[in-house]
């Protein structure tokens, strides 16, 4: 059973921090590259931050500098430490693989985490 639980979101006001957490399934999480992706109301969902197997990130040009992923083997958990945050950083935050999960032909998500963002 693929598991991916999501949590830490919330409402910061512009310039504030969250840290989110993921705990995903042991196999999608120790054989695959894994991101955080985010879906703003009306937009599609996009991967903003991830991670390799050993440990190398990379970062959409939106997010550089602020955002940092790691990730923890121990705990089949992965985090996203948000700074500086904006308005435009509102969106639902979702863990998965990269590529992402798939069962059978459809793609696999979590419940995501909501961050509000207030100027």
């Known amino acids: 059973q693929v598991q991916l639980v999501e949590s830490g979101g919330g409402l910061v006001r512009a310039g504030g921090s969250l840290s989110l957490s993921c705990v995903a399934t042991?196999?999608?999480?120790?054989?695959?590259?894994m991101g955080w992706y985010r879906q703003a109301p009306g937009r599609q969902r996009e991967l903003v931050a991830s991670?390799?197997?050993?440990?190398?990130?990379n970062y959409v040009d939106s997010v550089k500098g602020r955002f940092t992923i790691s990730r923890d083997y121990a705990k089949n958990t992965v985090s996203l430490q948000m700074i500086n945050l904006i308005p435009e950083d509102t969106a639902v935050y979702y863990c998965n693989s990269v590529p992402v999960v798939r069962i059978l032909l459809d793609e696999y998500w979590g419940q995501g985490t909501q961050v509000t963002v207030s100027s």
């Open positions: 042991g196999y999608v999480f120790s054989q695959n590259s």
């Open positions: 991670i390799s197997r050993d440990g190398k990130p």
